[in-house]
């Protein structure tokens, strides 16, 4: 009824196993010569060589300066309260009167702002809902770290000029 | 004079072992490389020149690590299936000839360990024994997946080594000799063992595969159904001698099929030309051109026991493994009838030829 009959009757030449065997062989044979005498492959030497992403590839964060080296984040909080994994935490203070030369553009300031990158999972939200355009995903992948306590970055470690998401942090 | 057996005995020894189990750290790093140029990958490449020294990073891994034995294992067992099967094989290549005679101080000495008339019967002594390593490994462990892959191991075993002594015993029918040496001597005189008698040839060389439990008939270890099967529960240096004695019985397993099979140290073609050609080029006497002749058939029964080990690998990058039942299967419904016609074949051909 429901059953498909799939076997089918197999010629002698199938049968006798050892044709097949040397077909395969034969394509093995190639494959080594290909790699032993032409080198060919298809592995990314990771350390030397790495892989190349688009730029919408979504890496570590960062902070981004205007030409003073002030980060532009005012601490609005927007993505702490969007991030669906709750690894952003900011606490916010206010910039001196004083000295503040941005006036009312900057009253704000984080005075600290941490990332869990354990925690995070590169939504990309909190780019999106930054009214500054100050947290950024950069295309960096290389995240790895000895201890758990190291995978919380802080602010100093997220501050970088904004020129262009493939850029290494410079500092 | 008895100073001088022991000499000579000691230095074969020491080239037979030392060469196979030299030869298992560069097998180790060919298999890992070779499988890698097979799939278009890399393979280790970071220790020394081409990863050459990778093995010897394993070493060191595998001593540094921690000698552990399970609760429930029997100790005495435990310890001694590893030694078995890292004994057993090197054991076997004592009667495995590497050349006709050498002179050396003007006394002759045998290129063999062992000079038995029933050298093929020791062979196959020590290959049967191969199975012992994998029961003990597997029971004394105290692990169900380490039973089952033992309880495969030993029947795979069992079912192809009747295959192999049929196929062997054909082409003793042939030689009409159980004298490796003889064996040799006959087929440089007349033609290789596999030209006379393939498929005799063909089942011993499916049934070796099975015997050394690689791929296509690794079911003992199945990593993909019982974790690592009868070694599952093997670490550190203990692991490592299952390593090495596997590849010590592909070594054994070449040179067995290239004695039995391929004319074994016998020349060949264009090493005799070479011969003459490098003694009158240097004038050799008697004793030189004897010790040149054997050490071109050591290179001889080296390149055709390393092309069986290229085999060996090449055919495990080629083939997946077979199913229990499809194993059984061609044991004992193809390879069993197939070796016994075969004998039968062989029989009457060498009874009419004879008269």
């Known amino acids: 009824m429901g059953t498909i009959n799939v076997s089918k009757k197999y010629t002698a030449k199938e049968r006798a196993y050892l044709p097949a065997i040397l077909i395969g062989m034969k394509i093995t044979m190639k494959r080594f010569i290909e790699g032993f005498f032409f080198r060919k492959h298809f592995t990314i030497l990771y350390p030397e060589k790495k892989r190349d992403y688009s730029d919408r590839f979504r890496g570590a964060h960062f902070i981004s300066v205007d030409e003073n080296k002030t980060e532009n984040c005012t601490a609005c909080f927007l993505c702490e309260t969007v991030c669906p994994a709750e690894c952003i935490h900011i606490v916010a203070d206010e910039r001196e009167e004083e000295t503040n030369i941005y006036g009312v553009k900057k009253e704000k300031k984080p005075l600290s702002f941490d990332i869990d990158l354990l925690r995070c999972c590169f939504c990309g939200f909190c780019e999106e809902a930054c009214p500054k355009d100050a947290i950024k995903l950069s295309t960096n992948y290389e995240m790895a770290t000895y201890s758990r306590d190291e995978a919380i970055v802080d602010l100093d470690q997220l501050k970088r000029p904004m020129n262009g998401r493939h850029e290494k942090k410079d500092n | 004079m008895e100073y001088f057996d022991f000499i000579q005995l000691m230095a074969k020894i020491l080239l037979v072992v030392g060469v196979s189990l030299g030869v298992v750290p560069v097998m180790v790093w060919f298999e890992r490389r070779g499988a890698a140029w097979m799939q ?67 006394q002759e000495v045998v290129l063999q360990i062992a000079q038995m ?31 089952l892959g033992a309880l495969r191991g030993s029947s795979q075993i069992v079912s192809y080594e009747i295959s192999m002594g049929l196929a062997l015993l ?78 010590v019985a592909m070594i054994m397993a070449s040179a067995l099929i290239s004695t039995l099979f391929f004319g074994g140290y016998s020349l060949l073609p264009g090493m005799g030309t070479l011969v003459s050609m490098i003694s009158s080029q240097f004038g050799f006497g008697e004793v030189g051109v004897t010790n040149v002749t054997a050490v071109f058939q050591f290179i001889s029964l080296c390149s055709k026991v390393g092309f069986f080990m290229f085999l060996f690998v090449w055919i495990r990058w080629t ?23 075969n004998l039968v074949v062989v029989t009457v051909m060498v009874y009419f030829l004879n008269q």
């Open chain 2, 170 to 247: 054909s082409m003793l029918i042939v030689y009409g000799t159980f004298n490796p040496h003889e064996m040799v001597a006959w087929q440089s005189e007349n033609y290789w063992g596999a030209l006379i008698n393939p498929f005799g040839a063909l089942v011993f060389l499916i049934s070796i595969f099975a015997e050394t439990n690689r791929l296509p008939f690794d079911l003992p270890e199945g990593e993909s159904e019982i974790v690592a099967g009868y070694h599952l529960e093997y670490g550190a240096m203990k692991f490592a001698l299952f390593f090495m004695a596997e590849y």
């Open chain 2, 117 to 147: 008339d029933s050298g093929v019967i020791f062979i196959l002594a020590f290959a049967g024994l191969e199975v012992y390593p994998i029961i003990l490994a597997g029971w004394a462990s105290n692990n169900k997946y380490s039973v």
């Open chain 2, 40 to 106: 278009g990958r890399v393979g280790p490449n970071r220790v020394g020149p081409f990863g050459l020294l990778q093995p010897l990073a394993d070493v060191v891994k595998f001593i540094m690590k921690e000698d552990f034995v399970p609760k429930n294992a029997n100790k005495f067992y435990y310890y001694l299936a590893p030694l078995i099967a890292l004994i057993a094989p090197l054991c076997a290549l004592s009667v495995i000839p590497f050349g006709s005679k050498a002179i050396v101080n003007g």
């Open chain 2, 319 to 341: 083939l997946p493994r077979f199913r229990f039942d499809q194993l059984m299967d061609l044991g004992w419904k193809i390879l069993f009838p197939l070796s016994l016609i």
